[in-house]
């Protein structure tokens, strides 16, 4: 029988790491590059990245799709970067759509911000506005399982 393991993309590399889960709340690191792969702290994806964590991640991974002409989106990036650092075995990661738009187009978001939480490649919810970090949190608890 083999052990359970989770596929986590390196956010400094973008290699496909496997983990196994004993290991995941053991602050693994990439095996390619020996960065950390959860960083308790958003990484900005672009649009090559976007769909390969979205997609290879086997762990909850939550999106910001933001913009820089978005007020709430400026004023919610602090609170999504502290709730990142309170679930640190969770993905956190953040595209800015008026930047890649073709990237972002294919997730029909429809306001800004907007979080999207993926578990293997599916969306499993998604929350519009700005939160603060306390309900960014228990939205993401929420949702692990």
């Known amino acids: 029988m083999s052990e359970q393991s989770f596929h986590l993309v390196c956010p400094h590399c973008q290699a496909t790491n496997r983990v196994p889960a004993a290991k995941i709340n053991a602050a693994p690191n990439c095996g390619k ?64 759509t008026d930047k890649y738009e073709q990237a972002a187009a294919p997730y029909n978001i429809r306001s800004l911000p907007t979080m999207v939480a993926f578990r293997n490649g599916k969306e499993i919810a998604r929350q519009s506005g700005a939160l603060p970090s306390d309900q960014i949190v228990q939205w993401v608890q929420s949702l692990q399982s």
């Open 33 to 96: 590059c020996s960065q950390p792969l959860l960083t308790g702290s958003p990484h900005e994806l672009n649009a090559q990245t976007l769909n390969k964590v979205i997609q290879k991640n086997d762990v909850l991974t939550v999106v910001d799709f933001w913009a820089s002409w978005c007020q709430p989106c400026l004023m919610m990036a602090p609170e999504f970067k502290a709730a990142a650092s309170q679930l640190p075995q969770v993905v956190f990661a953040k595209i800015q």
